[in-house]
């Protein structure tokens, strides 16, 4: 027998969609300011351009004090904070985000128990700074409270352009760089960072020391180093999507995991018209291309589509995805 499902949660259930997709449909009739943070993520600072996105990162450093403060309570009606817990859920091993913004997801991490490490990245070093704030005030909460579970994991930053993400250099699988933010493999380190940042061990307590001098260098990391590569809301900002998500890719070990949160073209003719007619002011004001197929790019791309599911009228992606040729179990 199916089960029953009251009227109350009928009506609360009807109601939020009615909320979510009206939000949705004002957001993009009036142009507003992206509640998808795709300000937060830098765009590329690769000399190539696609569809006009180019170099933001001076915009995006600027914005990254009060960008959080704006966006909260668009990506609360619209159901997006609901969705990152969703997709970090799906998280597990040692996990590289990329666009990582101001960490709006640090603290869905530590609902993940399959999570061993966390490696954070972003072209824009005022929007990581902003994220390894909200870290080391987790971090003094945890051992204020003495916590044990749901406590952050072990966290990274680095300062990394996506669209050249990966070393070029043939190099064996190997860790994540450890919480000081250098790379476990002694042979990677020579390559992704200078000496004297391989020497210094600074302290957890403090951070601007310590990751200081670490984001004025853009780093990359080693391929087939990752279990999970994480993206919210980024390839709208980057100046080649299909080359940033080559890079992703690149980045996870065999069997590993791409997963993504992104905005784009609807499934709706109306709202792509919306989009398509707003989209080059969009782009000028924000540094985002809105009426991307990211369906289309994923594949482009070479990636294969595990699951997807898509909301506020299609234009709302959550996808989980994977090398061409490899399984991944979906937890």
Same mark, same amino acid.
């Given at each position: 027998?199916?089960?029953?499902?009251?009227?109350?949660?009928?009506?609360?259930?009807?109601?939020?969609?009615?909320?979510?997709?009206?939000?949705?449909?004002?957001?993009?009739?009036?142009?507003?300011?992206?509640?998808?943070?795709?300000?937060?993520?830098?765009?590329?600072?690769?000399?190539?351009?696609?569809?006009?996105?180019?170099?933001?990162?001076?915009?995006?450093?600027?914005?990254?004090?009060?960008?959080?403060?704006?966006?909260?309570?668009?990506?609360?009606?619209?159901?997006?904070?609901?969705?990152?817990?969703?997709?970090?859920?799906?998280?597990?091993?040692?996990?590289?985000?990329?666009?990582?913004?101001?960490?709006?997801?640090?603290?869905?991490?530590?609902?993940?128990?399959?999570?061993?490490?966390?490696?954070?990245?972003?072209?824009?070093?005022?929007?990581?700074?902003?994220? @390894?704030?909200?870290?080391?005030?987790?971090?003094?909460?945890?051992?204020?409270?003495?916590?044990?579970?749901?406590?952050?994991?072990?966290?990274?930053?680095?300062?990394?352009?996506?669209?050249?993400?990966?070393?070029?250099?043939?190099?064996?699988?190997?860790?994540?760089?450890?919480?000081?933010?250098?790379?476990?493999?002694?042979?990677?380190?020579?390559?992704? #960072?200078?000496?004297?940042?391989?020497?210094?061990?600074?302290?957890?307590?403090?951070?601007?020391?310590?990751?200081?001098?670490?984001?004025?260098?853009?780093?990359?990391?080693?391929?087939?180093?990752?279990?999970?590569?994480?993206?919210?809301?980024?390839?709208?900002?980057?100046?080649?999507?299909?080359?940033?998500?080559?890079? #992703?890719?690149?980045?996870?070990?065999?069997?590993?995991?791409?997963?993504?949160?992104? @905005?784009?073209?609807?499934?709706?003719?109306?709202?792509?018209?919306?989009?398509?007619?707003?989209?080059?002011?969009?782009?000028?004001?924000?540094?985002?291309?809105?009426?991307?197929?990211?369906?289309?790019?994923?594949?482009?791309?070479?990636?294969?589509?595990?699951? #997807?599911?898509?909301? @506020?009228?299609?234009?709302?992606?959550?996808?989980?995805?994977?090398?061409?040729?490899?399984?991944?179990?979906?937890?």
């Amino acid at each position: 027998m199916a089960p029953k499902i009251s009227p109350r949660v009928l009506a609360i259930g009807g109601a939020l969609y009615i909320a979510t997709s009206s939000a949705t449909y004002l957001y993009l009739k009036n142009g507003k300011p992206s509640p998808c943070s795709c300000q937060s993520h830098g765009a590329s600072s690769s000399s190539s351009s696609i569809d006009g996105v180019g170099n933001s990162i001076g915009t995006f450093d600027r914005i990254a004090r009060d960008y959080d403060d704006k966006i909260n309570v668009d990506e609360l009606l619209m159901g997006i904070k609901l969705l990152r817990r969703f997709l970090i859920k799906e998280a597990k091993g040692d996990v590289l985000e990329v666009s990582a913004g101001t960490g709006r997801n640090l603290i869905y991490y530590s609902s993940s128990p399959e999570i061993r490490s966390v490696t954070l990245t972003d072209a824009s070093r005022e929007m990581l700074l902003r994220a @390894h704030e909200k870290y080391s005030a987790a971090v003094s909460e945890g051992k204020a409270k003495k916590k044990k579970d749901n406590s952050v994991p072990e966290t990274s930053f680095l300062l990394a352009d996506v669209e050249n993400l990966c070393l070029e250099t043939s190099v064996r699988p190997s860790d994540p760089p450890s919480a000081d933010g250098l790379p476990r493999d002694t042979n990677a380190a020579t390559t992704v #960072m200078p000496d004297a940042l391989q020497n210094s061990k600074p302290q957890l307590e403090e951070p601007l020391t310590r990751f200081g001098p670490a984001l004025k260098t853009v780093h990359k990391v080693p391929p087939n180093t990752y279990d999970t590569v994480i993206d919210t809301f980024g390839l709208c900002s980057c100046a080649n999507p299909v080359k940033a998500l080559s890079e #992703m890719a690149k980045a996870l070990k065999p069997g590993g995991q791409l997963l993504l949160l992104e @905005h784009g073209r609807s499934t709706w003719n109306f709202i792509n018209k919306i989009l398509d007619s707003s989209a080059d002011t969009h782009l000028e004001k924000w540094g985002c291309r809105w009426n991307r197929d990211i369906e289309g790019l994923v594949k482009e791309a070479g990636l294969e589509v595990v699951s #997807m599911a898509r909301w @506020h009228f299609g234009t709302t992606y959550v996808i989980i995805c994977s090398k061409k040729g490899t399984c991944i179990d979906i937890l």
